[in-house]
């Protein structure tokens, strides 16, 4: 290695982030200290054909392999989100952004990628789709009670009843008018 590329690798391995270092074709020259930590793995790993298969869940390697090599042949800036496996054996969601250097020519040198760990954010986007899920299914039960007891004339009164049943805004007005009257009734008689 020159003392050029020494500098790098020591400046890369200052850096908290993981950064990993690829070739025009997406092939890994270097990963730095973070990346090591992280995956348990050597660099002779990281630098090895399967490496993919190593890191990434291979529910996301069969699924992003050809998008990635499509994009980094593209030579513009991208992002994917993938699931790498920790030290321990544990994935994580991460968002790798991957950022070309390019020469003056617009041929890409070398690819830059940086992985973010937001696995916390993407638990938190399952747990908000599947309760929107479950509270979309509560309504349509809801809502088909409502029309297939509601379209009964004697049970009606089971769905609008004083005990938390739901009522729209024209039975509760329809309600609230039945009552004006009984009231106005009552009053009527007291006065006779």
Do not use: C
Not at 103 to 130: G, H, P
Not at 159 to 185: I, K, L, N
């Amino acid at each position: 290695m020159s003392t050029s590329t020494l500098e790098l690798a020591e400046i890369l391995d200052a850096i908290a982030e993981s950064i990993v270092v690829l070739t025009p074709d997406g092939v890994t020259l270097y990963a730095n200290r973070a990346v090591l930590d992280y995956t348990g793995l050597t660099m002779p790993d990281l630098l090895a054909a399967d490496f993919p298969s190593l890191l990434f869940h291979p529910e996301d390697v069969a699924r992003l392999k050809d998008t990635r090599r499509e994009r980094l042949s593209h030579g513009v800036p991208f992002e994917i989100e993938w699931r790498a496996r920790r030290h321990d054996g544990q994935y994580r969601w991460f968002l790798v952004r991957y950022r070309p250097l390019v020469d003056d020519q617009s041929r890409v040198l070398r690819w830059y990628a940086t992985a973010m760990d937001i696995d916390d954010r993407k638990r938190t986007e399952e747990r908000t789709q599947s309760e929107n899920l479950a509270l979309r299914e509560d309504i349509d039960r809801a809502s088909m009670f409502e029309e297939i007891v509601g379209s009964s004339a004697s049970l009606r009164p089971l769905v609008r009843d004083g005990h938390g049943h739901r009522r729209s805004q024209a039975d509760r007005r329809a309600h609230a008018e039945r009552e004006s009257r009984a009231a106005r009734r009552h009053r009527s008689r007291l006065d006779v």
